[in-house]
């Protein structure tokens, strides 16, 4: 893997291993090297070998003397690497007809439900193109990016703000479960199916991306874990987390991406950011419905906008070795394969969720009012309207006090006077 390239136009050579580049003057060269090709003049960077009029291996093989840039993956180390760029700079024509036929399968889906939508449609004074924008009724618009390549992240959240910019929600579709767009914008994943399938109208299941909002009291009846405590204790929180439609108790019906183009057009489907807290990921990017997201907002007593400036994750600090420049040629070793496989960022397991505390037991009577936080978690928890919230008259815990099957005590209370 080279670790230098030639810039054709500063007409400067590039040490990849250093924090500073060997340019300290220039601190807006990492980001113009690592723009993505048809961004940027494709004979921006060159093999220094063929700079030099050494040998280049570049030009056996169906490779060409110009460079990209991309982040390795080597020993948990994550160093710039300059990589030969393909003759034709294009996906497979397998990812080719795969690309085509979701884009014509999204905009046929549109119509069907009377939406209006358009493909490759401009953004942003023409500098990005959406495969795909669907028009809602209210005038909400919906960009799908159909990305079953690899995108850098930066990429995608470039043209992902300015989507957002142009009052377009960005809607990333994926099949690769390490695909780095997954977390970095509001994204899908459906399954790698032959185009044939697609185009036919094979069912395509949404399998990572779309996720519903489970609510629950941590008590030892619970089927749920407690997110708090170790092993298998029960707090007596409330506790609300994500999960995707199969870990859901009971179980969803898988989301379709038929389901999803209508949803997201008519805002019954929305897209949330939930921070990490405490992971080395940034956040969790994922779409639910309407109403999940008015109840979550509610639970957490805020709302976290969609992140309009990168959020860097641990995966992605970039690691400078300040090593010497090799000026060999290594096109024959600058395949994907010479990196470590990229982890999976399409993970099914809980975001990490939020935890309610219990009310304290034997409140005095001069506390007991119950904040817009609490009610919102406890209804949700306990399965009833609000106003059928109020405190046990045993130990003042929240409980279902008033309305059909309404009690005094709660259930822990009922069975210790009974045992009495």
Excluded at 69 to 93: W, Y
Excluded at 163 to 185: F, H, Q
Excluded at 196 to 207: H, L, N, P
Aim: charged share 25%; aromatic share 6%.
């Amino acid at each position: 893997m080279a670790n230098g390239v030639w810039h054709t136009g500063y007409g400067i050579e590039i040490n990849l291993s250093l924090p500073d580049l060997g340019h300290p003057n220039r601190p807006d060269l990492l980001r113009e090297i690592t723009a993505s090709v048809s961004e940027r003049d494709p004979q921006l960077l060159e093999c220094l070998a063929h700079h030099d009029k050494r040998e280049c291996l570049s030009e056996s093989g169906g490779k060409s003397p110009w460079m990209f840039i991309r982040r390795g993956r080597v020993g948990g180390r994550r160093p710039l690497v300059a990589s030969h760029l393909p003759i034709t700079h294009k996906a497979t024509p397998e990812e080719s007809a795969q690309h085509k036929a979701t884009k014509e399968r999204v905009v046929a889906t549109a119509g069907r439900y009377g939406l209006d939508a358009e493909a490759e449609v401009p953004v942003a004074n023409r500098r990005s193109v959406s495969d795909a924008v669907v028009t809602g009724p209210a005038g909400l618009r919906v960009g799908w990016e159909i990305q079953y390549h690899h995108l850098s992240p930066s990429s995608v959240h470039r043209r992902s703000v300015s989507a957002m910019e142009n009052g377009i929600t960005p809607l990333w579709v994926a099949k690769d479960r390490t695909a780095s767009l997954i977390d970095r914008a509001p994204w899908a994943r459906v399954d790698d199916m032959p185009w044939r399938d697609i185009a036919g109208g094979k069912e395509m299941v949404i399998r990572g991306g779309y996720r519903h909002l489970e609510v629950w009291k941590c008590v030892p009846s619970s089927e749920r874990h407690c997110l708090v405590s170790e092993g298998a204790g029960h707090c007596g929180a409330i506790h609300a987390d994500w999960f995707v439609p199969a870990l859901c108790l009971p179980e969803r019906k898988p989301v379709l991406i038929e389901d999803l183009v209508l949803r997201s057009a008519t805002g019954e489907s929305v897209p949330v950011y939930v921070p990490s807290r405490g992971s080395g990921r940034a956040g969790r990017h994922m779409w639910v419905s309407a109403a999940d997201r008015a109840r979550w907002e509610e639970i957490v007593d805020e709302k976290t906008p969609l992140p309009t400036t990168p959020v860097e994750e641990d995966d992605d600090v970039i690691t400078f070795a300040e090593q010497e420049i090799d000026r060999s040629c290594r096109a024959g070793e600058d395949s994907w394969s010479v990196s470590d496989a990229r982890p999976l960022r399409d993970l099914a397991e809980p975001t990490g969720g939020f935890t309610l505390p219990s009310l304290p037991p034997q409140r005095p009577s001069t506390s007991t009012r119950i904040t817009p936080v609490e009610r919102a978690a406890a209804s949700a928890a306990l399965g009833c309207p609000p106003w059928e919230l109020g405190l046990c008259a045993g130990c003042t815990q929240m409980m279902r006090r008033y309305g059909p099957n309404a009690a005094m005590y709660c259930n822990v209370c009922r069975a210790t006077l009974n045992g009495r």
